[in-house]
């Protein structure tokens, strides 16, 4: 059975504060709670105005104590900004916290750009080209390998599942040969998804944490009681991406009416590309194109995001989302 997930970026919304968007994230997770989502992740971004979750075992630790029972996880913290010991530590004091529950993605993209990723790391040497490494180096801390002649305390026998997160092959590559779980970005990133996939499948190698392959998808989801009003909501995203790829990133900004009709071809093409693993629409909508995104990746799980501007209507959305899923995953009309 397709297990569904949230992903959230914390978004500070256009008049709003990063204390607000904190909150609404705590909000969100007790909502995911209540709806049935396996789990709630938040993603490491820095210098950019419009997401909180810079500090991300810290939010982490805010969803975790706004909720009980719901996986709580980074997906991902980026890895090259963070000494292993340091993830290794923060991690596990989470699973001090909230037992079971907490999940560490690991990505190899920096979250910023170069300027922010030098004063995050004062040095960028290494980097991503050290990512198996220390992908590696933090299983060992949890394992309390006496072989690193250090031990993390917390994070020594900590139960935290790793993943490895990607938007490209390589990802695919790392993750099947170091038997882990395998988060795909295609929320935002959809071009290598199918290749990614097949790659990971053929290659994976069983490991102690996992013995068989499983996939988790990005997927975007804008749910409403009619087409107008997801079209509507989806806006301030379409907004968000635009922004981001023209060098105007910023807060998230409210709905407008028409916002796609209104854009010229180039930027409608930028919406097509990022955006295909999404669907607009009501609960009917939602049904048929998750159900054509699952026949086409055969994913364990999909994680669902869409930043909306209003909160409402943002769990609305998710609430909506979720009875499609379940529509969908029935028994009797198991894919």
Same mark, same amino acid.
Not at 77 to 86: D, E, K, R, S, V
Not at 160 to 181: K, T
Not at 261 to 278: C, G, H, R
């Given at each position: 059975?397709?297990?569904?997930?949230?992903?959230?970026?914390?978004?500070?919304?256009?008049?709003?504060?990063?204390?607000? *968007?904190?909150?609404?994230?705590?909000?969100?997770?007790?909502?995911?709670?209540?709806?049935?989502?396996?789990?709630?992740?938040?993603?490491?971004?820095?210098?950019?105005?419009?997401? *909180?979750?810079?500090?991300?075992?810290?939010?982490?630790?805010?969803?975790?104590?706004?909720?009980?029972?719901?996986?709580?996880?980074?997906?991902?913290?980026?890895?090259?900004?963070?000494?292993?010991?340091?993830?290794?530590?923060?991690?596990?004091?989470?699973? *001090?916290?909230?037992?079971?529950?907490?999940?560490?993605?690991?990505?190899?993209?920096?979250?910023?750009?170069?300027?922010?990723?030098?004063?995050?790391?004062?040095?960028?040497?290494?980097?991503?080209?050290?990512?198996? &490494?220390?992908?590696?180096?933090?299983?060992?801390?949890?394992?309390?390998?006496?072989?690193?002649?250090?031990?993390?305390?917390?994070?020594?026998?900590?139960?935290?599942?790793?993943?490895?997160?990607?938007?490209?092959?390589?990802?695919?590559?790392?993750?099947?040969?170091?038997?882990?779980?395998?988060?795909?970005?295609?929320?935002?990133?959809?071009?290598?998804?199918?290749?990614?996939?097949?790659?990971?499948? &053929?290659?994976?190698?069983?490991?102690?944490?996992?013995?068989?392959?499983?996939?988790?998808?990005?997927?975007?989801?804008?749910?409403?009681?009619?087409?107008?009003?997801?079209?509507?909501?989806?806006?301030?995203?379409?907004?968000?991406?635009?922004?981001?790829?023209?060098?105007?990133?910023?807060?998230?900004?409210?709905?407008?009416?028409?916002?796609?009709?209104?854009?010229?071809?180039?930027?409608?093409?930028?919406?097509?590309?990022?955006?295909?693993?999404?669907?607009?629409?009501?609960?009917?909508?939602?049904?048929?194109?998750?159900?054509?995104?699952?026949?086409?990746?055969?994913?364990?799980?999909?994680?669902?995001?869409?930043?909306?501007?209003?909160?409402?209507?943002?769990?609305?959305?998710?609430?909506?989302?979720?009875?499609?899923?379940?529509?969908?995953?029935?028994?009797?009309?198991?894919?």
């Amino acid at each position: 059975m397709t297990r569904f997930s949230l992903l959230d970026l914390v978004p500070v919304r256009e008049g709003d504060s990063i204390a607000t *968007a904190l909150a609404n994230t705590a909000d969100l997770a007790a909502h995911a709670e209540r709806l049935g989502y396996q789990r709630f992740w938040v993603a490491e971004h820095h210098g950019m105005a419009g997401i *909180a979750s810079a500090a991300t075992s810290v939010v982490l630790a805010h969803i975790g104590q706004a909720t009980s029972t719901i996986r709580i996880g980074a997906g991902g913290i980026m890895l090259p900004n963070h000494a292993p010991l340091l993830i290794a530590e923060q991690f596990g004091t989470l699973d *001090a916290l909230f037992p079971g529950r907490v999940d560490l993605g690991l990505g190899r993209a920096p979250g910023s750009d170069q300027r922010v990723a030098q004063a995050i790391r004062r040095t960028l040497v290494g980097g991503a080209d050290n990512f198996p &490494r220390d992908v590696m180096e933090i299983q060992a801390y949890f394992a309390a390998d006496d072989r690193l002649g250090i031990q993390a305390t917390p994070g020594a026998g900590a139960n935290v599942p790793l993943w490895i997160l990607g938007s490209s092959l390589y990802g695919a590559q790392l993750a099947a040969a170091l038997g882990l779980p395998y988060a795909f970005a295609s929320h935002f990133a959809p071009a290598a998804l199918d290749e990614a996939i097949e790659i990971y499948r &053929r290659d994976f190698r069983p490991s102690a944490q996992l013995k068989e392959p499983y996939v988790m998808a990005g997927y975007n989801v804008f749910a409403a009681d009619s087409m107008a009003d997801a079209q509507l909501l989806a806006s301030s995203m379409q907004q968000a991406f635009v922004r981001l790829r023209t060098g105007q990133p910023g807060k998230l900004q409210p709905p407008v009416a028409d916002y796609y009709d209104m854009l010229p071809p180039q930027a409608q093409a930028i919406l097509a590309d990022v955006l295909s693993a999404s669907s607009i629409g009501t609960q009917a909508d939602i049904e048929r194109d998750l159900g054509a995104f699952l026949r086409r990746t055969r994913a364990d799980e999909l994680i669902l995001t869409g930043q909306i501007f209003d909160t409402a209507a943002r769990k609305r959305s998710f609430a909506i989302a979720m009875a499609a899923a379940q529509a969908i995953t029935a028994p009797e009309l198991a894919l």
